[in-house]
C-alpha cells in the first residue's frame, strides 16, 4: 500500500495534526498511543488514558501516514496486558480480554503500564468491544505493512486465540450473536443495549473475519473450524432479523404472536405495538432500510445506532443491497442523522419516562445529548468509508465539509448535543483526539480510496457465503436480494 507524506495539508488539518501530535502517549521512551483528550479546563478523569477503541482512529491514520510504529508498539504493549491465565477471582478480567484503556505510572524511576478493564470505569462496565477493536487493528497493521512476521509470533498467535476462545465460548443462549451486557462498547454507560446489541455484533463479525485471515491454521484447526461454522450464521441472523425496511415492517405489524414450534414465523414473538411503528411508517424511505439495535426475547429495538449499521457496510455484513438501503437512508434522513455535525451515535434519542427508566436517569444521557442521540464527529470516518464503499462519495465529502466549517473554531469536542447537533456536548470534552483524528481520516479516505482495504472487508468467501444464503433462503419475506 501506498503511504503518504504529510505535504499538501490546509490549515485546519495542519492544526489538527500538531493536536494529534501532542497528545501521543510515549512508553519508555517509544510512541505507544494516544491520550483520549488534552484539555486542561475539565477534570481529566479517566480521558489522560489510552482507550483501545480510540486509539483505533488515531491507528488508521498513522497507518496511512506510514506512522507504522506507534501502531505496532501500540499492538505490542496490549497485548501484554491482555490476561493469559484463567482468572480464579470473579472481579478479575477474564482470560482473553483486551482492557478498555491504559496509563503509564511509573514507581521508582522505572515506567510501567496500568490496565483498566471496567474495574475502576464509572459503573463498572466491560469493555467487549475492546478485544474485537484489537483484532481489526492488528489486521489493519498486516495490510498496511504486509508485514506478516508480526502477526505469526507465537505471542500474538496465541493472543489472537484467546480473544476467539472467549468469543466463542458457550453460552446459556443459542443465537450466533454474542451475549453481552448494558454499555459494553462505545456506549460505555446503560442505554438499553444490554443482550444482542448491534454495535457489538458487527464488530464481533469483523473481528472474526479479522481472525480468520491472521491465524496459522496449523494448530488452531479447532478454532478456525470454529470461525467457519459461526461467521455464515451470525451474517444470516443479522441479515434476517434485524433488518427493518418498510416491507419488512409490514411484515412485523401483521405478526401473528405466541406461536411454538418449528413452523414459527414471528421466531422472537414480537409484539408491533412495542414498536413505534407509526413514526417508523413515516421515517423509513421508500428504498432505504437499517439494521436495528437488538434483537431478543419479544425485543426488537428500532433505534438506529450508527457504529453498528456504518461498520456492517464497511465488513460487508449487510448485502449489498441493505448496504445501499442504510445509505440511502443516511442521505434520505440527513437532517435527522447528521444535521449540523456528522453525526448521531444513535436516533431517535430516549425521552421522558423511557429516558428515566432505561437509562437510569443519567444526566450526562439527557435527550439529544452524549450517548443518548448526541452528535461524534468520530463517526465521520466511518460515514466516509462506508459513503465510499457504496459509491456515494458525495457523502463523505458534504460531511467533512460541514464538519471543517466548525470542528477547529469549536476546539475539537468530543460530541455535540441537540437534535440537530449544534450545541457544543454539555459535558463534551475539548481537543478530543478521536475527533481529530475521525476528522483526519475522514478526509483522507474520501479522497484516497485505496487506503480502503485498510478496514474495510469484502464479500465473505464463496464457501461461506453459500451457507449464509441458505440461511437467508428461509426468510419468508422476500425482501433479500
Ligand atoms: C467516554 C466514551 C467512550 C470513550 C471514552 C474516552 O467514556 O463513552 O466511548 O472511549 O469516553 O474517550
Known amino acids: 500500500m501506498q503511504l503518504n507524506d504529510l505535504s499538501n495539508t490546509n490549515n485546519i488539518e495542519s492544526e489538527a495534526w500538531q493536536v494529534l501530535e501532542n497528545s501521543i502517549l510515549y512508553y519508555q521512551g517509544r510512541p505507544i498511543g494516544t491520550l483520549a483528550a488534552y484539555d486542561p479546563s475539565v477534570e481529566a478523569l479517566n480521558y489522560d488514558q489510552c482507550f ?3 486509539f483505533v482512529s488515531s491507528a488508521l491514520i498513522f497507518l496511512i501516514k506510514g506512522r507504522t ?11 501484554k496486558l491482555q490476561p493469559k491465565e484463567r482468572a480464579l477471582d470473579a472481579y478479575k478480567p477474564a482470560r482473553g480480554l483486551i482492557p478498555a484503556s491504559f496509563k503509564v505510572l511509573s514507581s521508582n524511576g522505572e515506567e510501567y503500564l496500568e490496565a483498566d478493564f471496567g474495574e475502576q470505569a464509572i459503573a463498572r462496565v466491560t469493555p467487549v468491544d ?34 476467539m476462545e472467549i468469543c466463542l465460548a458457550n453460552r446459556f443462549d ?10 459494553a462498547c462505545m456506549i460505555d454507560r446503560r442505554m438499553g443495549i444490554h443482550g444482542h446489541p448491534l454495535e457489538i455484533q458487527v464488530l464481533f463479525f469483523a473481528a472474526l473475519r479479522a481472525a480468520r485471515e491472521l491465524l496459522i491454521c496449523r494448530g488452531n484447526e479447532d478454532i478456525v473450524a470454529a470461525i467457519d461454522n459461526r461467521l455464515p450464521l451470525l451474517c444470516g441472523h443479522i441479515r434476517q432479523h434485524y433488518w427493518i425496511d418498510i416491507h419488512r415492517l409490514n411484515t412485523i405489524y401483521r405478526f401473528k404472536g405466541e406461536e411454538y414450534g418449528k413452523a414459527a414465523v414471528n421466531l422472537f414473538n414480537i409484539y408491533a405495538d412495542s414498536l413505534p411503528y407509526y413514526e417508523l411508517d413515516k421515517w423509513l424511505p421508500k428504498k432505504g432500510g437499517y439494521l436495528a439495535g437488538n434483537v431478543g426475547p419479544s425485543q426488537l429495538d428500532t433505534r ?9 457496510v464497511i465488513c460487508d455484513l449487510s448485502t449489498a443491497v441493505q448496504s445501499q438501503a442504510i445509505m440511502t437512508l443516511i442521505e434520505e434522513r440527513w437532517e435527522d442523522l447528521v444535521g449540523d455535525m456528522p453525526m448521531k451515535i444513535c436516533f431517535p434519542a430516549l425521552e421522558h419516562e423511557e429516558y428515566r427508566v432505561v437509562t437510569g436517569c443519567d444526566p450526562k444521557n439527557i435527550p439529544w445529548s452524549y450517548h443518548n442521540g448526541g452528535n461524534w464527529p468520530v463517526l465521520m470516518w466511518m460515514l466516509a468509508v462506508a459513503s465510499v464503499k457504496t459509491n456515494k462519495v458525495y457523502l463523505a465529502q458534504r460531511a467533512v465539509e460541514i464538519a471543517e466549517s466548525r470542528l477547529s473554531e469549536d476546539e475539537w469536542p468530543e460530541y455535540y448535543d441537540g437534535k440537530k447537533g449544534r450545541l457544543i456536548g454539555k459535558q463534551a470534552r475539548k481537543y478530543q483526539t478521536w475527533t481529530i483524528a475521525g476528522y483526519l481520516l475522514a478526509k483522507e479516505l474520501a479522497e484516497n480510496h485505496n487506503y480502503l482495504p485498510l478496514i474495510s472487508f469484502e464479500q465473505l468467501p464463496a464457501e461461506l457465503i453459500s451457507r449464509a444464503c441458505e440461511f437467508e433462503l428461509k426468510s419468508v419475506d422476500g425482501y433479500m436480494p
Do not use: H, K
Request: charged fraction near 15%.
Open 69 to 79: 510504529d506507534i501502531v505496532r508498539n501500540f499492538l505490542e504493549e496490549t497485548l
Open 304 to 312: 438506529f445506532f450508527t457504529l453498528g449499521n456504518l461498520m456492517a
Open 174 to 183: 443459542m443465537y450466533p450473536t454474542l451475549l453481552v451486557p448494558d454499555g
Open 130 to 163: 475492546s478485544c474485537l477493536w484489537w483484532l481489526i487493528l492488528l489486521r489493519a497493521y498486516v495490510v498496511a505493512t504486509q508485514d506478516f512476521s508480526l502477526v505469526y509470533q507465537t505471542d500474538f498467535q496465541v493472543g489472537i486465540r484467546l480473544i
Open 52 to 54: 483501545i477503541r480510540d
